[in-house]
């Protein structure tokens, strides 16, 4: 090794913190207050209140179905190739990660891009100088989600190839690692357990994972209400401590969970306006478009119609409803009661999707104060 790198060794900031910190107490560097941003949202990522986060994903980059390299759409590229120097002005250590894919990603693209060695190169070779050229400090892969025992290996496979790439730059480059996260299904397993998600690679590869812990229940399943992120659900498979126990049980360290939690609801129509519980008849959403609002737009319905709010403590679950509109969100109780669970739970620490659907910084003031110091 050449003076000059020992030298950089030696006095990086991060061996220090690595020296200086007390052996018992988690560093704060590790812990993830994190939020999601994305253009579509209409929110101007300039708003965003970011002293109230340690890392911000922006989203999402996309993947070109012949080249399978990493793409932004050219009329986001002005905003996100400046995302990190924007959101850096009100908090000059927040860190920021380029995120790939998302609900609305091609699957089949994903899915052809992890299946030969040389398509993932060409993608991992692409998102490593894309995130440098365009300052972000890591990448995040939202993959939703490799849904078969092949697709899982190759998931596997470019996540450890991922990994290695990334530490290489690093050497190369003198800079510190890109964070390297993705967003995964709640349960370690996709909905089967026969096929898994390969735990130990992703433990190995990723600093950490952002668990999708929202979107158990939505109009989609138009016949009944319910808690669209139930923590827990008596007898029901669908809710966060369940998708936290299976990546624990498989093994996977809780230190690099990052706990999901929505900014948003989904909507429902009762079939009777005087049983409003959560489970109750109904059929179809009650809000335009997909269904879902915002929390500041869920707000603004409750203020409107004189609408009625109610936190359920067993699933911890707020809905609101007037009249035949029922939405099933997360409100103060939800977030705070989530965060002091992941923070109970030995967690890494949690995220938001997305920031732009917070009312004046409220949920995310919550959650930051509930994770404490
Ligand atoms: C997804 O991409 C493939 C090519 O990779 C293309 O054939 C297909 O039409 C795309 N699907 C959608 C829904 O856009
Ligand atoms: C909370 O929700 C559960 C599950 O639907 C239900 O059994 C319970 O009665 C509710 N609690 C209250 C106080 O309404
Ligand atoms: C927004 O939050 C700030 C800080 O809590 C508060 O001072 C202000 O009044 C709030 N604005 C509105 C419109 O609620």
């Known amino acids: 090794m050449a003076p000059s790198k020992l030298l950089t060794l030696f006095l990086s900031p991060a061996l220090l913190v690595l020296l200086l910190r007390p052996a018992a107490s988690q ?29 911000l994903f922006c989203a999402f980059a996309g993947v070109d179905p012949q080249t399978f390299r990493l793409t932004v759409p050219d009329a986001n590229q002005p905003q996100f190739s400046t995302f ?3 959101v850096q002005r009100q908090n000059p250590s927040v860190k920021t990660l380029l995120s790939i894919g998302g609900g609305n990603a091609n699957l089949t693209t994903l899915a052809a891009m992890a299946s030969q060695p040389g398509r993932r ?19 995040d892969l939202d993959w939703e989600y490799p849904s078969d025992t092949t697709q899982m290996a190759n998931f596997g496979a470019l996540l450890a190839e991922w990994r290695a790439a990334v530490a290489e730059e690093a050497g190369s480059s003198g800079k510190p690692p890109l964070f390297l996260s993705a967003a995964v ?9 026969s096929v898994p998600y390969p735990v130990q690679t992703i433990s190995n590869s990723l600093d950490w994972i952002n668990l999708m812990a929202y979107d158990f229940y939505g109009p989609w399943l138009p016949t009944m209400t319910a808690p669209p992120a139930a923590l827990y659900n008596p007898g029901r498979r669908e809710s966060g401590d369940n998708g936290v126990n299976s990546w624990i049980e498989s093994q996977f360290p ?21 049983n409003h519980e959560l489970y109750s008849p109904a059929n179809g959403k009650a809000l335009a478009g997909d269904g879902s609002a915002g929390y500041d737009l869920i707000n603004a319905f409750v203020a409107q119609n004189r609408g009625t709010k109610v936190f359920n403590s067993t699933v911890v679950s707020d809905y609101c409803y007037s009249g035949t509109t029922w939405i099933g969100y997360d409100d103060v109780q939800s977030v705070s009661t989530k965060v002091a669970y992941a923070k ?9 999707w997305h920031v732009g659907a917070d009312d004046n910084w409220t949920l995310s003031t919550t959650a930051s104060q509930a994770w404490g110091a």
């Open 121 to 139: 190169k060409a993608f991992i070779g692409s998102s490593i100088s894309l995130a440098r050229s365009y300052n972000f400090h890591g990448l």
């Open 344 to 352: 109970n739970r030995g967690l890494g620490g949690y995220f938001a």
């Open 27 to 55: 560093s704060p560097a590790a812990v993830v207050r994190g939020g999601y941003w994305f253009p579509e949202s209409g929110f101007a990522s300039s708003a965003i209140n970011s002293k109230l986060f340690t890392h």
């Open 84 to 86: 990190t120097q924007t």
């Open 254 to 274: 809780a230190e690099k969970i990052i706990l999901g939690m929505p900014f948003f609801g989904w909507s429902w129509r009762l079939v009777d306006p005087e």
């Open 185 to 193: 299904l709640y349960l370690s397993y996709y909905y089967s357990p």
